[in-house]
């Protein structure tokens, strides 16, 4: 079945404690993504990556990174993560721009 | 860069009736739109994306949009809901790169 898996679905954890959420594909994607959805602010865009080894920031990359070390996956780090970053993280991927984007089913994370 | 203003933000509606959910964009290029929907407690899927051509565009679940250049707006129609509409409706806009604005979203509660 073609998806887009992220691990841990939820997480809580506290103020400075580095953590990772991954993202898998298995559809041969070249493009990934990493939103964060927050009560009437919609999605914003975090990170992006066009190909393995090729990111770039999206609206909100403060606190954020990632890496793109294989076309399936694409991990968000919060190295330091704080309260402010409690929010619905969504991973997805899409063959290319125009192209219909392909949503995993998200992780809640709360920061303490 | 673009961005995006749904102007509802919550929808109340009868089962069988029609439903418009508006969204307007703002672009110096010329854009890519979609519609998601996200039903609770679940990831976005895609009902429906204009990139060119005929400006009505049907997508899944009777949904329909159309896509005005010079009113920049792309608003979402269904002339008659289920209960099992109610969901959150995400408006997208692409300029054709990587990058990808949501909307805040319109809440639509379908009540029997």
């Known amino acids: 079945e073609a998806q887009v898996t992220q691990n841990p679905r939820y997480l809580i954890t506290v103020t400075g404690k580095k953590l990772t959420v991954t993202c898998s594909q298995n559809?041969?994607?070249?493009?990934m993504s990493w939103y964060r959805q927050d009560p009437g602010l919609g999605l914003r865009q975090i990170y992006y990556s066009m190909n393995v080894e090729v990111t770039d920031k999206g609206d909100v990359p403060e606190g954020y990174k990632v890496s793109r070390k294989e076309k399936r996956n694409f991990p968000l780090i919060l190295e330091s993560p704080s309260p402010n970053q409690t929010s619905l993280y969504f991973c997805a991927s899409s063959p290319g721009t125009g192209e219909t984007q392909y949503f995993g089913p998200g992780t809640r994370l709360l920061v303490l | 860069a673009q961005s995006v203003t749904q102007l509802d933000s919550q929808v109340p509606v009868f089962e069988e009736a029609p439903v418009e959910l508006r969204c307007n964009y703002s672009?110096?290029?010329?854009?890519?739109l979609f519609w998601y929907v996200q039903y609770p407690n679940q990831g976005l899927q895609l009902l429906l994306k204009y990139l060119s051509g005929s400006t009505l565009v049907k997508g899944i679940n009777g949904f329909e949009a159309e896509f005005n250049k010079s009113q920049t707006s792309f608003h979402l129609r269904k002339p008659s809901v289920h209960i099992s509409d109610t969901a959150e409706y995400f408006c997208a806009v692409s300029e054709g790169d990587y990058k990808l604005s949501f909307g805040a979203g319109t809440t639509v509660t379908v009540r029997a």
């Open positions: 559809m041969n994607h070249e493009y």
């Open positions: 672009s110096s290029v010329s854009v890519y």
